[in-house]
């Protein structure tokens, strides 16, 4: 397994108080669209709070067979393998030097690779990057797309900390790969795909005079040895760089009642994926259904839910717009741990999801680029249901392994693709967790 941490060495590292204040706003009220506020009032405190509640490290797990430790942080990612950096550039913010750094998850600090103005429109904005060979080693021909859900977690994981502060965030998808890679002075093995614009009064500003950006510096460390990279991977990066019609999101807000009172603080930093579901017959409640399926709407995707314990509800194949239409009677907990590669854990939960996207017309509209926001989009919800299911005394695992083809026949697909799977339920005690 690669270094999960990249560190560019050499530079200046900045520290992040330890202690910034706790967005106390209800985790549901920010899903919902509510802004919170912070009582930071400088940028050191501000930007240690944006991350410490969306990148930084939030609980270990012990392997028990190896007794390795291993840092699990408030955004999920596939096997935990971490392909998603974060690199921001400030500009005016109160008491910080105005440049380009990189966020240093393993020891909660900031990397501080270049001075000046960077001339990104705003004063503070994010670039999250990819690894993607960190991902391939293991996941070969999938991990781009386990990339790019990853991105989308990371997106909403940063959206809505910014919201609990009283901070809006704007992810820009379309920008040329090569010239930002460039810009940013990334590693070779870093691709930019997301940047996130944080706009909101909350952000400490102090004076600041135009400055012309010096080069960034920093030698990016080895990560292993060997670099495993299907040939195919950079290509279908390639392929996917082409088309550059403006892709601009801004924050989703999404109406429920609240069902739960824990604080934004809390859930951020306690989501954890579930190990397994205790199964059996606790069942999670009509309206909760409609709490964690009402977070889930964007542009592309359809969601299809596999009931398998909802009080009130007739186990079986459902499909969310509206409403919920019934395509299947009976139970569908063996062929939901089928279609996901087997595990248990679909079968177990109290339902799980297929995510399928509206590829053709993400195509249609942005080229092979689409692909990337089709998959983004599916992190999207996959964050916002993780946050939810916290919320509501659940817990929910993201599945990125599922038999694509056997997924679509099931569901009966003529268009689109499945691009994510999910579980909510009641969780399994997990042994290998630390906090
Ligand atoms: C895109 C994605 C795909 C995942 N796929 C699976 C999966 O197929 N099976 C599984 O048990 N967990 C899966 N996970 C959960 C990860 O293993 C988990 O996020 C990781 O171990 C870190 O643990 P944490 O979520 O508690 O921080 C996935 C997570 C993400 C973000």
Redesign the pocket.
Known sequence: MPNPFRHYEGVPVVDLPADPPVPAIAAWDVLCGAGGETTAVDGAAFLSQLFLYSAAI??T?IAPATGSTYS?????????LHPTEFHFATRGVSGWADGLYHYRPSQHMAEQRAVGDFGFDGSLVIILTSIAWREAWKYRDRAY??CL??IG?AWQAVGLAARAMGCRCTATGSFDDVALAARLGLAGDEWPMLILTIEGGPIPLGASEPTVPTVPAGSPNRLSEHVLMPDWIPDIHAATSLNLEPWERPDSAFTASALGGRTFGEVARS???A?DFVGGSAEITMAQLLALLSVTREPLLTIYIYVHRVSGLEPGLYRHSDTLERLKSGDQRVVAAGL??G?N?AGNACIALSMVADLEGATARSGERGYRYAHMEA?AV?HRL?LAAEALGLRA??????FDDRVREYLDLETGQVV??FAIGYPVHDPR?EL
Request: aromatic content about 10%; hydrophobic content about 30%; overall charge positive.
């Open positions: 939030s609980a797990k699990l942080r408030v955004n999920p990612s596939s096997g935990n797309r386990y859900l990853d977690h989501r954890r994926s190990l996901s590669l595990q854990l992190g996959g993780y695992t993201g599945i990125g392994a599922f994510y799977h967790l």
